[in-house]
Each structure stands twice: as C-alpha cells, then as structure tokens.
T-cell receptor, first 112, second 110 residues
Framework: NAGVTQTPKFQVLKTGQSMTLQCAQDMNHNSMYWYRQDPGMGLRLIYYSASEGTTDKGEVPNGYNVSRLNKREFSLRLESAAPSQTSVYFC???????????FGSGTRLTVV | QKEVEQNSGPLSVPEGAIASLNCTYSDRGSQSFFWYRQYSGKSPELIMFIYSNGDKEDGRFTAQLNKASQYVSLLIRDSQPSDSATYLCAVNVDLNDMRFGAGTRLTVKP
C-alpha cells in the first residue's frame, strides 16, 4: 500500500524554467491538496481539489497551477519558477476535512 | 486572519518526563483540531485529532481542547528519545482549509 506518492523528491530549477510536480494516491481519497513548507512559516495551502474535476485556490496560489487528472492524480505546475518558490512541497489526501490528511514524502525544490 | 500559533521551542525534556505542547488559534468557528509529528527531513504524520472540549487519550498521547480559550494542547507521557521531532498543530478553519502552526521542536534527552 503506497499511500500518497510524490515525484520527484529533489529538483533544482533555474529562474524562469517550468516543471510539474506529480502526486498520486491509492487510498481512495476524495480530496487532495498541495502545500508548501518554509522555515518558520508552517505549511501553507497552495491549491486543493475537493473531488475529481474540481480545483480551488488556497492561501498562496500565485505562480502555480494544478490539474486533477482523475481521482488518483493531482499535479502542481510552476510555469515560470522564481527563487521565492524555493521550498518543500507536500501533496496530501483526505477522505474529508474531519479525518486529517495523509501526506506524501515531499519534493525539495530549489530555484536558482 | 486565521492564525494558528505555537511556541517554536526547542522544548527539551528528559527521558520519562511529560512533554507539554501548546497551540492557540484565532478562528472561533473552528471545529476540528489535529496534531502531526514531523521528523527531520520527513513528511508530517497524523498522531491525534480532537473535536470536542476536554481530553482525548491514545496510548502515551493526550490531546486537550478548550474552545472557549481557543487552546489546544498535546501531552506526551513517558517521553522517549524517539519522540524527538517537530509537532505541528493544525486547525480546520473551513471545509478543505486546514491551517498549520509553524511547529514546536521537541528534544527528549536520554
């Protein structure tokens, strides 16, 4: 049982480059989320998907786009990376808000 | 602003002692509350959740909630070196809107 799987684990980008972070879950979660974690800031919600075919902005959506490809997969895209997007990114899934989240292992992204 | 505040620590306790971690939140409408443990370089892992005022116990962990004071705490009894981690308090302020504190780093010394 893989749970929530993220790829890649590490990535270095140059300013202006684009990339897509992949997330897949095999836990039959309806809801999926993308968070970023920065030192001293805690986890901040970028985007979420309450169900297949729907996506909504979170607290810090600027510079990102998402796609809920199907129930299992939820990807995060950086169209033009900036140094301010250097962070650790976590994907999470949940059966519903009251159940808590299961997190993937994270992607450590550095933009130079 | 829907804030969740935690003391960043570090909190250091000797092995076998009780560790007490505290969290306050600003949104009075919040209904569900969570504690996550995060080891260095790893992802957060859910360890406790609580919805009602009072105490909830699970093994060595006890979560305490006081909605009137907007206060959540986590007690770890008989602390072990393996409990050394950062503990994140999280509050559901709205459907699909879970806000996290910055975390308290706990060190348990043998």
């Amino acid at each position: 049982n893989a749970g929530v799987t993220q790829t890649p684990k590490f990535q270095v980008l140059k300013t202006g480059q684009s990339m897509t972070l992949q997330c897949a879950q095999d836990m039959n979660h309806n809801s999926m989320y993308w968070y970023r974690q920065d030192p001293g800031m805690g986890l901040r919600l970028i985007y979420y998907s309450a169900s297949e075919g729907t996506t909504d902005k979170g607290e810090v959506p600027n510079g990102y786009n998402v796609s809920r490809l199907n129930k299992r997969e939820f990807s995060l895209r950086l169209e033009s990376a900036a140094p301010s997007q250097t962070s650790v990114y976590f994907c999470a899934g949940s059966m519903g808000s009251d159940y808590g989240y299961t997190f993937g292992s994270g992607t450590r992204l550095t933009v130079v | 602003q829907k804030e969740v505040e935690q003391n960043s620590g570090p909190l250091s306790v000797p092995e076998g002692a009780i560790a007490s971690l505290n969290c306050t939140y600003s949104d009075r409408g919040s209904q569900s509350f969570f504690w996550y443990r995060q080891y260095s370089g790893k992802s957060p892992e859910l360890i406790m959740f609580i919805y009602s005022n009072g105490d909830k116990e699970d093994g060595r962990f006890t979560a305490q909630l006081n909605k009137a004071s907007q206060y959540v705490s986590l007690l770890i009894r008989d602390s072990q070196p393996s409990d050394s981690a950062t503990y994140l308090c999280a509050v559901n302020v709205d459907l699909n809107d879970m806000r996290f504190g910055a975390g308290t780093r706990l060190t348990v010394k043998p």
